[in-house]
Structure formats: C-alpha cells, structure tokens
C-alpha cells in the first residue's frame, strides 16, 4: 500500500510512492513516453509514464484515456524545477477509473453563453478554478477576521414576511395558507435584532434582487456578509468596513497569490489598498461629476456610470456618505445637522468594478421610524417586530453589506459577475 495523497502536498513525499487520484488535463507524447497533466483539485502535475517501466496495461490505457477521464496513478515523486508545480511523478502504475466522453470544453475560445451552459463543467477550468478558489479564501478570511473582533454569527432566514430594500425587486412566493413569502434581499433587519441581543453580530448568506438588470455588476442571487454593532456610530462603521477589505485585499495577496497570477492580475493595484480611504461626502461626490463635466441632479442616486468616473480619481475604495435621505432605505438615520441627508455610506471599489458596501447609521427613534415607513408606504403590522427593537433599549446603532461577489470581482479583476460565484443566476439564467 502506498500513501494516497493529493497534489498540494506532494513536496511532502520527494523520493517517495505516493497514490493519487484525479481527471486527465492533458496528455502529449514522445516516442515511448507519455506526459500526462493530471489535476486532482487542489493542483496539476506533470505524470511521466516511460513504456518499460509500467506494465502493458498501464502503457496502453494513456492512449485510450480523453481529456477529463477519471483515473488512479502510483509513482514515485520527483523535485523537478522545470516542472509546473516543481513536481512531478514517474508513474509505475495507472488504473482508469472511467473514460470520459469527447469533453465539449476545449482551449479553443467558446462564447459566454456556451460556457455558462456548461458551468458545471467550466469550473475546472483553471481560471474559474483560481476564481473560486479565492472566494473561499476570502469568505472564511472575512468570517475569522470578524469573529476575532468579537462578533457573533447570526444567520438570517431567507424566507422572510417583508421586503428590506424597497419593494420592487422582492421575488415572491405562496407560503401556507395564503400568505406570501420574499426571499431576503437582506439579513440586515434581523442583524439589528441580533446586535441588539449580542452587542456584535453579522449575517452570511445568499440575498435575492429580482432586478431586471442585465448589467455585468447584477446577479438575481448574491450572497452579503453583513456586520451589526450595537453602540456604533456612522464612523465607526466606516472604520469597520475599511480595515474588513483591507485586510481581505492582503489575506487573497498573501494565502492566494498563485490564482492570481493564474487570473493576470495587477497585483500593485492591490498593493496600494491601504488605510485611510478616502472619505467624501454625496455633495463633494457631486464636485468631482461636474469637474468631470457630468451634471448629475442633487438627490437622485448615484448609478454606474457616475460611480465609476468616482472612483477612478482614487487608487483604493472610496468612502461616500451622507445620501440625500430621498434615495435610500427607510432604516437609514437622518443626519440631526441637515435632516435631508442619511447617515449612510457606499464604498466604491476602484478601477469601476462599482460599489462594494452599502450601510448607514439605523434609525433608532420609534417615532421616526415610524414615519419613515409611512412614507415608503410599508406595512406597519410586517415591522411590530423591528418596532420592538425601538421599544425595548433601543441605542445608536449601524451596520453594513459587503457584496461577496463585488468584492471578488474587484480582487480578481474579473469585469463580470458571473464568474464569482459557482453557480449565477442571473436575470435570463437559471440553468444550470
Ligand atoms: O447597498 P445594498 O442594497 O445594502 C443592503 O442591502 C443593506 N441592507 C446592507 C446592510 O446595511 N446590512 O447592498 C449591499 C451590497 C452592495 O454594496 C453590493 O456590493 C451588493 O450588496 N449587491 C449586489 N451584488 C450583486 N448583485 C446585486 N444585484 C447586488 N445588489 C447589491
Ligand atoms: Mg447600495
């Protein structure tokens, strides 16, 4: 018996028989030798099977094996530093475990819509590969950054009475007995209820916009790691949400750098994402659209384009606060100096991958909160539980949604969304 082992660790094994498992990548031969890529998952590796030193089996089964057949291989491993990985493996035994039929993903360019029918089999591509690698980094990197600052996770339902971030993008659905239910555009509402019982709480999930939005930054399904603190100021937020992406842009820079080289990415436009961001407000964000030669009328949100000219003066994320209060959610606090105006912030990534946060100060007067829902026209009976949270101790509070796939397009430098997350669903795909 040998050890079965995986690609990632084979440096382990030098001079040794090892056991791994996996699918053909590639394969090219030469004379009585055959190179076979195999990637197993966690890397690729050069396979050298040399006629005379296998069986006859083993020998003849290299030519029937197709791109992403299936298959066992023991050898002996050997440093090599001309070897992509610095490793590779002279093969002494192979067994097939199936042959794969004529593999429809080729080098060759296919087009998106090709690709995404075929998502499940794209992922292996190395690209995609890189991609969701880094997500994964980057998710649990953002769990154990927050869970060493003190906060608790929270999870929130997914089907929930209400809408959270106004009603036209709610995706509906029968619940029993007459009743509708939405899919959560957010767990926020239930973070406050959260931070409230433990003082440092965040939600990590996937949220739902039925937006028809056929942008490249839109995806019907995301997923939002949103923090809550109790006690928190609008600027303690933005303090927050500043060291967060720093600290992941270093974590993906330092524990993920080979993705992205694998993904071409500019690493110094990373390098320079260090605290302070810049921090503007929606009314100096107006100064630097009219520099620019954009007029763009105080009170209407900023969209796409207009984020983009934003955040191009800027080597790292910006931080925009103080909104007119007209064009945001009903939650957000008013600013006590000029009530117009939400305590609120969008961060913005740089190079125009677009905004990355989305948070604010809460309301937390019931009297205003109970205004402010009247004017949105939402149905107080739905908000008696967050009206509660009003009644009972209410105190200052604010939190934030860190978009997960913003933050991995922007890492990455992938322009669309699509490719951030295993599975998009997107305004015309459901499949697969
Ligand atoms: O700005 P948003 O809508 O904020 C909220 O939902 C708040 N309730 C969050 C909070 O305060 N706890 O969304 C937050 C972030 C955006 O900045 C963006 O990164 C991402 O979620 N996002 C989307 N990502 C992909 N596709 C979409 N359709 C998105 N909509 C928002
Ligand atoms: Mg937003």
Redesign the pocket.
């Known amino acids: 018996m040998t050890q079965i082992t995986t690609i990632d660790k084979i440096g382990e094994f030098v001079g040794q028989m090892v056991t791994l498992r996996g699918w053909l990548y590639n394969k090219r031969s030469s004379g009585k030798v055959r190179f076979l890529l195999i990637r197993d998952g966690t890397g690729i590796i050069q396979s050298v099977v040399v006629k005379n030193e296998v069986t006859p089996e083993s020998f003849s089964a290299t030519d029937i094996l197709t791109l992403e057949s299936s298959l066992e291989v023991r050898g002996k491993v050997r440093a090599d530093a001309r070897a992509p990985g610095g490793h590779e493996l002279q093969v002494s035994d192979l067994r097939i475990i199936q042959v794969a039929e004529e593999y429809p993903i080729s080098p060759k360019e296919h087009g998106p819509s090709f690709l995404l029918d075929h998502r499940h089999l794209w992922l292996r591509s190395s690209r995609q590969h890189a991609i969701l690698r880094i997500r994964s980094h980057l998710i649990q990197e953002a769990q154990s950054y927050l869970n060493r600052e003190g906060f608790i996770l929270f999870d929130a339902p997914i089907l929930t009475p209400t809408s ?2 106004g009603t036209s993008t709610l995706f509906e659905t029968d619940y029993f007995y007459d009743e509708k239910a939405y899919l959560s ?4 509402l239930y ?1 406050e209820a959260g931070a409230m019982a433990f003082g440092k709480v965040y939600t990590l999930g996937p ?1 739902f ?1 039925a ?1 028809k939005s056929k942008t490249r ?4 399904e ?1 997923w ?1 790691l ?1 923090p ?1 603190v109790a006690f928190a100021e609008l600027k303690d937020i933005l303090s927050l949400a500043e060291e967060l992406i720093t600290h992941l842009v270093h974590s993906v820079l330092t524990h993920r750098r080979e993705e992205l080289k694998v993904l071409d990415r500019d690493l110094t436009k990373l390098q320079s994402v260090v605290q302070p961001f810049p921090r503007i407000t929606y009314e100096e964000a107006l100064d630097i659209l009219r520099q620019k030669g954009i007029s763009h009328q105080w009170g209407d949100d900023f969209g796409a384009a207009e984020d983009t000219v934003i955040s191009e003066q800027f080597d790292r994320p910006v931080m925009i606060t103080h909104y007119p209060l007209q064009t945001k ?1 009903f939650y957000m606090k008013s600013d006590p100096l000029r009530p117009e105006l939400a305590l609120c912030v ?2 913005l990534a740089p190079e125009g991958y ?7 100060q809460r309301e937390d007067d019931y009297d205003k909160l109970l205004e402010r829902l009247a004017q949105h026209k939402l149905p107080r009976e739905s908000f008696e539980w967050y009206l509660d949270l009003r009644r009972y101790g209410s105190v200052p509070h604010s ?5 997960i ?3 991995i397009g922007w890492i990455c430098g992938i322009k669309h ?1 699509r490719e951030a997350i295993p599975f998009p669903r997107l305004l015309q795909r459901i499949y697969p």
């Open positions: 959270c971030e555009q957010s767990g926020q973070a949220t916009r937006e930054r839109h995806l019907t995301f939002m949103e809550e959610a969008d961060v677009g905004e990355l946060i989305g948070g604010s939190g934030f949604g860190l978009g796939e913003r933050t969304l």
